[in-house]
Structure formats: C-alpha cells, structure tokens
C-alpha cells in the first residue's frame, strides 16, 4: 500500500517562530488532508489539498502530487498550535480510505 | 450542523465484554470509516463502508464487525473485548471518490476512548 512519512517528528518551538513540516507519499494520490489533533484528542480538519496551495490565517499548505510531497507551514506560532499534526492521503483507485503518516509532535513554549 | 457523532466518549470494558461503539453523520456521506488510534502511532484502518449494505476490511479488522443498514449510521461491534484493543477510535465520513464526485475530504468524529481491562 502506499506509504506516507511526515517530517520531523518532533519539534520544539518558542512562540512567535515559523515552521515548516513535510509530508511525503510514494504513489498517486487523489486526496491529502492535513489535520491538527489537539491536547484533548480532537482531529481537526486544516486543509483539503490534493493540489496546489491554501492558505488559512497563519497556516498554509502546498502539495506537489507529481512530485509526491506536501508542506504544512506554520507562522507566528502560538501554544495553542500545540499538538500532532497528521498528514493523510487517498490513493488513487482505493475508495477513500485515508492512510495517515505517523505524525509530527509540535510543542510551542512561552 | 452536527457533523459525525459518536457515541460513548468514554467506555472501560472487562476482558470478553461486547459493546457496539455507535456513529452517526449528518451530511449524506456515501463513505463511512473507522479508525483507531494507538500511542505515538497515527490511525489505521479497521472497516469501511462505500453505501448502505455494503462493508469490507482494512488494514485491522480482526475482532471487529461492521454493518451499514443506513446511510447515516455505521456502528462497530467488539465481540469479545481484549487488552489489546484498548485504544482511540474514530469513526469518518465523505463522498466517494467515484469518477465525478464531489471532493472527497474526510470529516472525522470526536472519537471513543476504550479501555479492557
């Protein structure tokens, strides 16, 4: 099945920092979601984005499908960013079943 | 808008126990899921459901049964509860990613957290 590593795995941040995180896939895919889930469990949806860029606030994403990665930026972090971000695809052909890469831990600190 | 509901937010259980974790959406979604999710791990796939009557398998099914009587409801049926199916789960909805679908972004419910004991 396809395969889905997200970089890095952990990272600290003092509030205010930017931040970039990566995600990478190994086949075609027809959907990327990145989600952010919070201290108490919750899956947020940040960004529908098989192709392209969004941007949301201080948040924006892009994702390259043909070179198979996508990006999370994060700027002016606050400590409520804190938490895991997930990034989560389709493959192309498989119904919609979303396989999740294994997260990236952000910790903002004062 | 209530999204995907599930239902208990919180369950301990005895070895052997069954329970039947309930889901419920709201927006039509063709395609219902459920996910769990282990620690430091991200989610895997247990069951799925393209429609009404129909079901198949993920990534770990083993333990677990789905039906899919309705659109709006897909509930996930522990048989014989064990330790190792202490976890999170999640249960997600979209359309589906049939040929000229509309988008096929994933809505995810708040999630159960599980404990056998």
């Known amino acids: 099945g396809i395969q889905v590593e997200q970089s890095p795995p952990d990272l600290i941040l003092q509030e205010g920092a930017n931040s970039t995180l990566r995600c990478n896939f190994s086949?075609?895919?027809?959907?990327l979601q990145w989600f952010h889930q919070n201290p108490w469990g919750q899956l947020i949806n940040l960004f529908y984005i098989p192709s392209g860029t969004k941007q949301n606030g201080r948040l924006s994403a892009t994702t390259v499908a043909t070179e198979r990665y996508s990006l999370l930026y994060i700027s002016s972090s606050q400590t409520t960013d804190s938490g895991v971000y997930f990034c989560a695809v389709v493959n192309t052909g498989t119904a919609s079943k979303l396989t999740f890469g294994t997260g990236t831990r952000l910790q903002v600190t004062l | 808008n209530a999204g995907v509901t599930q239902t208990p937010k919180f369950q301990v259980l005895k070895t052997g126990q069954s329970m039947t974790l309930q889901c419920a959406q709201d927006?039509?979604?063709?395609?219902m899921s459920w996910y769990r999710q282990d620690p430091g791990m991200g989610l895997r796939l247990i069951h799925y459901?393209?429609?009404?009557?129909?079901?198949d398998q993920g990534e770990v099914p083993n333990g677990y049964n789905v039906s899919r009587s309705t659109t709006e409801d897909f509930p996930l049926r522990l048989l014989s509860a064990a330790p190792s199916q202490t976890s999170v789960y999640f249960c997600?909805?979209?359309?589906?990613?049939?040929?000229?679908?509309?988008?096929?972004?994933?809505?995810f419910g708040q999630g159960t957290r599980l404990t056998v004991v």
């Open positions: 086949d075609s895919v027809n959907n």
């Open positions: 459901s393209v429609g009404a009557g129909i079901t």
């Open positions: 927006m039509n979604h063709e395609y």
């Open positions: 997600a909805s979209s359309y589906s990613s049939v040929l000229g679908a509309p988008r096929t972004e994933a809505f």
